[in-house]
Nanobody, 121 residues
């Protein structure tokens, strides 16, 4: 079983910064892509940023230039540095990982429980 635990959410002022972490634990063979999603009340869950196991990244247009995704493969941890925060960034942020759990090539996706980010003055 694989568990993803997010941390680092909270309240920030517009223009401020927060750093989210997502730590993977459990028994698995390898972690492939990891990404951050967010869901605001009344909205669908949207993809924020993705990072491959090799470090390639991609971002939603709404966060480009403000958010930076990174990962530490040695610690199986992913991060999201969020700068220049805006009220519209307010949402529950979820991490997701594509995981190979054993010798077979089959992969599974796992989700964290979510962490609230609120941007308000």
């Amino acid at each position: 079983q694989v568990q993803l635990v997010e941390s680092g959410g909270g309240l920030a002022q517009p223009g401020g910064s927060l750093r989210l972490s997502c730590a993977a634990s459990g028994t698995f063979f390898s972690i492939y892509d990891m990404d951050w999603w967010r869901q605001a009340p009344g909205n669908q869950r949207e993809l924020v940023a993705t990072i491959s196991s090799g470090g390639s990244t991609s971002y939603a247009d709404s966060v480009k230039g403000r958010f930076t995704i990174s990962r530490d493969n040695a610690d199986d941890t992913m991060y999201l540095q969020m700068n220049s925060l805006k009220p519209e960034d307010t949402a529950v942020y979820y991490c997701r990982a594509i995981v190979r759990t054993g010798r077979a090539a089959t992969t599974y996706q796992y989700w964290g429980q979510g962490t609230q980010v609120t941007v308000s003055s």
